[in-house]
């Protein structure tokens, strides 16, 4: 019974570090890192949280369920390898209609950074995932890990307590990742490293 609830717990606080919110993350990462758009006003940084959510997260999810109505994916709370691949294709048209948009409404230079680094990291994954499954939420930590180092080190930004955060759950996430049995040991590990090395070089070239 216990172990019932303890997994049954994980299984929430796992869909909460869904990969999805990444970029939503990153955008909370960069306000809160001293860079200049910290000092915005907070409802101007209400509406590029909003913009950010919405188009890389609510949008996305709302499709998952829409592919499975129409019989293009067998499951979207356990999907199958191909059925992940759809999803990332899915997500991969989604994130650059996004930076479409958000290049169209002047988003400042290293948001838009943000958003074209995930759909970079969308289009690397995509083909590395024919041939070799991995994690996709380490992935997403991978890269918030990734970023974290990107401000620290290039761009001198004091991310020391949410770097220390980001380290944390991206050690959270592996182990539950692993403990509910959802991936194994070497699919964690490569989807931090493609995570990790794709959104640090990807910021890194960008900027």
């Keep these: 019974m216990k172990d ?8 929430y606080v796992n869909y909460c570090f869904h990969p999805l919110l990444m970029t939503s993350f990153a955008v909370f990462i960069l306000f809160n890192s001293g860079y200049y758009l ?13 913009i950010f959510f919405i188009s890389t997260c609510v949008i996305p ?4 369920p829409i592919l499975y109505y129409f019989g293009i994916i067998s499951s979207f709370l356990n999907p199958i390898k191909s059925d992940k691949i759809i999803i990332l294709f899915t997500t991969l048209i989604i994130y650059s ?20 680094s995930a759909v ?6 995509l083909l590395i995932y024919f041939f070799k499954s991995f994690s996709l939420y380490t992935l997403g930590w991978g890269a918030m ?8 080190g290039i761009k001198a930004l004091t991310v020391l307590n949410i770097g ?3 380290i944390f759950f991206t050690g959270l996430i592996g182990t539950i990742r692993l403990y509910l049995n959802r991936n194994k040991p070497k ?16 910021n890194l070239v960008l900027s």
């Design 4 to 11: 019932f609830n303890l997994k049954t717990i994980l299984h």
């Design 38 to 50: 910290s000092h915005l006003n907070p409802d101007i940084q209400k509406v590029i949280y909003s």
């Design 61 to 64: 999810l709302l499709f998952i």
């Design 97 to 116: 209609l996004s930076y479409y948009f958000m290049t169209r409404i002047s988003m400042p230079p290293i948001l838009i950074n943000v958003i074209l």
């Design 120 to 125: 970079i990291l969308n289009v690397i994954s």
């Design 145 to 152: 890990l990734g970023y974290i180092v990107f401000l620290a």
């Design 164 to 166: 220390i955060l980001v």
């Design 187 to 202: 699919e964690v590990y490569l989807g931090y490293l493609i995570g990790f090395i794709v959104f640090y070089i990807s």
